[in-house]
């Protein structure tokens, strides 16, 4: 008797075992269409994020004999570019900081940079007043062990799109020793350069 219940229960164990091993295949087989739609959904999700989201890091290194150094995270999302400086080394006090023309920070004292980036010919300003260059950010306020930390956005800027009026890949940040006056052209009177960064991707 014993032996036919152990049998029996032999039996039923195998089967149980073989039930849920279907079941699991089952479950797979109708779950894997699922599976790699939402997979798929992902993927889609994450190049459309890529797309609408584009950032750049750039690296500002010090120039005519400064100790300022530092980075600037640049990120485009929803048709804005959104500016983090994050710097140290400089002089306490007001600096200049501008958009320049060419992707150049080979020199010393950061000439190579050329001038600011004004696409439209524009005079030198203060940002959203009458009249200013499309690299006329204005004044970081570094505090008194040196370091700034700033944020600007604008929605006249983007990072590698096909407006020259408003593509800033390819230009330079510079950071001056001084305060930009708004007023004397073509630069504001903001002294020599003392941090220059490559724009690029």
């Known amino acids: 008797m014993r032996k036919i219940q152990t049998i029996l229960l032999s039996g039923l164990a195998a089967t149980m075992f073989f039930a849920c091993k279907n079941d699991g295949e089952d479950q797979a087989i109708s779950k894997g269409p699922e599976d790699e739609q939402v997979k798929k959904e992902i993927k889609e999700d994450h190049q459309k994020e890529e797309k609408e989201e584009c950032k750049v890091l750039v690296t500002m290194s010090a120039k005519s004999g400064s100790t300022a150094a530092g980075h600037i995270n640049l990120v485009e999302k929803d048709g804005k570019v959104k500016m983090k400086v994050e710097m140290n080394g400089l002089a306490p006090g007001k600096h200049a900081i501008h958009i320049h023309e060419k992707g150049d920070c080979s020199a010393d004292d950061g000439t190579s940079a050329g001038g600011h980036w004004n696409p439209k010919g524009d005079d030198h300003g ?6 200013y260059h499309m690299g006329d950010i204005g004044n970081l306020v570094a505090n008194d062990n040196g370091e700034v930390s700033y944020e ?7 990072l590698e799109c096909d407006d020259e009026t408003k593509n800033i890949i390819g230009k330079s940040f510079i950071v001056h020793a001084g305060a930009d006056d708004f007023k004397s052209q073509p630069s504001g009177a903001a002294g020599a350069r003392v941090a220059c960064g490559v724009i690029e991707k």
């Open 152 to 158: 600007f956005e604008t929605d006249k800027w983007c």
């Open 126 to 131: 203060e940002w959203g007043k009458d009249a």
